[in-house]
C-alpha cells in the first residue's frame, strides 16, 4: 500500500471531518507538523478537539487554527505563550481540558499501546484528580488517568522512509513518537524521504507500522526564544 | 540585607550533590546552573526530552530543533541523550530524578505548592511541574518572601489552585531558608541581616522553632 504522498492536502484528502480529536506532535514551535497544520487551517475543517502540549503562537503553530475558531477544545498542557488562546478561552469560547505535561504524554503512549488507563501520583490533591478514581498502592496515593486516542495523528519527524519508518532530530521528538501511536491514522510529515534501509536499523524512533502516510517539505522551524552567549 | 535572585540562586546551588540528576524550573531556578561547583558532576534534565543540557548556543550555534523546557534553544554536551516525552516523564514520574528547583506562587506550611494558575486572570497551564513534583525525589522552591502587594507567599493553606499536596521539602526566600516540618516551616538559616522577629512578622504560615 502506497504510503507516500506529495504534499499536506494530498496527505490529508478523506481524513479531515467537523468534530474529529486530532493528536498533535511538538513542544512549543519545536517539532511541530507545521505543513499539516497549515493546511487543516486552509481547509476550513471546524469543531476540533486538539491534544497537543501547547497550542502554538497567535501567528504560527496551532494558534493558526484558532484565528477562524476552528478548535472547540484544546487538551494541553501549556498555553502561556499564546494571548489569542486566552482571550478565547476566558470569554468561553474554546474549551480546555488541562493535563499535566507527562500525564498527556503518558495518555497518548497508553493509548497507543492498548492500555485504557494508568495511576499515577501525579495531580492528587488538586483540580486535576477532581470525579477520577482514586487508588492506593503501598500507601500512596494515585490518580486513575484514561489512555487517549485520536482519529487522527499529525507527526513532525526528520527523515522517513516509503515504509513510514521515522526518526527524530534532537528535541523535536518531544510528543511525536507518543503521537504517532495514539492515531488511528497517522500522517507524518519529514524534513526527507529517504531510500527504504537508508535510516539505521536501530536508530528507527517511530517503526513504520504506526504511520499511514507521509511526505517530505519545508519547514521553517520558528524559535520562540532565541538565547545566545557570546561566543 | 535580604538576598537578591543570584543570592538565591547560589543559596539554591548548595542543594546539589555530586551526580546528582536535576530538574531546573523556569525564572530564578534557572539561573542556579550558574553556581553549579566546578568540581561536581551534575546532569540536567530538561522535561522536553533531554538529559545533559548544555548553555546557551553562541549566534552559529543555534539549532530550532535544539531547546528547552522555557523554549528558549540551548546546546548539547558529549554526555547528552534525547528522548521522547514518555520517556521523559518516565524518568521524572518514576523517580530517577534526584532533585528539582522550582518557582512557587503559594507555599503552605504542609507543603503543598500553588504554580500554575490564578482563576480567571491567569491561565497558563502547569506544564511539566505537577509531574515532577509527584516524582522527583526532593522538591525545593525558590521565591521571594512576599507578593507584590507585600503579602506573604508562606501561607497556612495555599489560596490558588494547587499543584501538589505536601510535596515541598525546602524553600529558598529572599530572607532564608526554611524546611516543612511537622508542625510548620522550621527556619534552617536566615539571610544576612535579616532576624527571627522580622521572618515572624512577615510570614503567614506558622515558623517553629526559635
Given at each position: 500500500m502506497k504510503k507516500v504522498f506529495s504534499s499536506a492536502d494530498e496527505a490529508l484528502n478523506g481524513v479531515l471531518k467537523d468534530g474529529i480529536t486530532i493528536a498533535a506532535g511538538g513542544f512549543g514551535l519545536c517539532g511541530i507538523p507545521e505543513n499539516l497544520i497549515a493546511a487543516i487551517k486552509n481547509s476550513g475543517v471546524k469543531e476540533l478537539t486538539i491534544a497537543s502540549n501547547n497550542a502554538g503562537v497567535d501567528d504560527f503553530g496551532l494558534g493558526l487554527l484558532l484565528q477562524d475558531r476552528q478548535v472547540k477544545k484544546m487538551i494541553s498542557s501549556y498555553v502561556g505563550e499564546n494571548d489569542l488562546f486566552m482571550q478565547q478561552y476566558l470569554a468561553g469560547e474554546l474549551e480546555i481540558e488541562f493535563n499535566p505535561q507527562g500525564t498527556l504524554a503518558e495518555r497518548l503512549r497508553a493509548g497507543g499501546a492498548g492500555i485504557p488507563g494508568f495511576y499515577t501520583a501525579?495531580?492528587?490533591?488538586?483540580?486535576?484528580?477532581?470525579g477520577k478514581e482514586i487508588k492506593e498502592f503501598d500507601g500512596k496515593t494515585y490518580v486513575l488517568e484514561r489512555g487517549l486516542r485520536a482519529d487522527l495523528a499529525i507527526v513532525k519527524a526528520w527523515k522517513g522512509d516509503a515504509q513510514g519508518n521515522l526518526t527524530y532530530r534532537k528535541t523535536a521528538m518531544n510528543f511525536n513518537p507518543e503521537c504517532a501511536t495514539a492515531g488511528k491514522i497517522t500522517i507524518a510529515e519529514v524534513e526527507e524521504i529517504v531510500p527504504v534501509g537508508s535510516i539505521d536499523k536501530m536508530q528507527?524512533?517511530?517503526?513504520?507500522?504506526?504511520?499511514q502516510r507521509i511526505f517530505a517539505a519545508s519547514h521553517e522551524k520558528r524559535i520562540e526564544q532565541r538565547t545566545t552567549r557570546a561566543a | 540585607m535580604p538576598w537578591d535572585r543570584n543570592d538565591m540562586a547560589a543559596r539554591a546551588a548548595q542543594e546539589l550533590e555530586d551526580g546528582f540528576y536535576v530538574n531546573l524550573g523556569i525564572g530564578i531556578p534557572t539561573l542556579v546552573s550558574n553556581y553549579v561547583p566546578e568540581d561536581y558532576d551534575i546532569t540536567l534534565q530538561s522535561e522536553n526530552g533531554m538529559l545533559g543540557m548544555g548553555p546557551f548556543p553562541t549566534e552559529e550555534e543555534i539549532d530550532a530543533d535544539l531547546i528547552n523546557a522555557g523554549k528558549q534553544t540551548v546546546t548539547e554536551l558529549d554526555r547528552t541523550s534525547y528522548f521522547s516525552s514518555s520517556q521523559s516523564f518516565a524518568m521524572i514520574r518514576g523517580g530517577h530524578i534526584n532533585l528539582s528547583i522550582l518557582g512557587a506562587m503559594e507555599v503552605s506550611e504542609t507543603g503543598d505548592l500553588a504554580n500554575w494558575m490564578i482563576p480567571g486572570r491567569l491561565v497558563k497551564g502547569m506544564g511539566g511541574a505537577m509531574d515532577l513534583v509527584a516524582g522527583v525525589q526532593r522538591i525545593v522552591i525558590i521565591m521571594d518572601h512576599a507578593n507584590k502587594a507585600g503579602e506573604?507567599?508562606?501561607?497556612?493553606?495555599?489560596s490558588l489552585p494547587l499543584t501538589?499536596?505536601?510535596?515541598?521539602?525546602r524553600i529558598i526566600t529572599n530572607l532564608g531558608v526554611f524546611d516543612v516540618v511537622e508542625d510548620g516551616l522550621k527556619v534552617i538559616e536566615l539571610a544576612p541581616e535579616v532576624t527571627m522577629e522580622e521572618v515572624r512578622n512577615k510570614t503567614e504560615a506558622t515558623i517553629v522553632g526559635s
Open positions: 501525579t495531580g492528587v490533591g488538586t483540580k486535576i484528580a477532581e528507527i524512533h517511530t517503526p513504520g507500522v504506526y504511520v | 506573604s507567599k508562606l501561607l497556612k493553606k495555599c501538589g499536596q505536601g510535596v515541598v521539602d
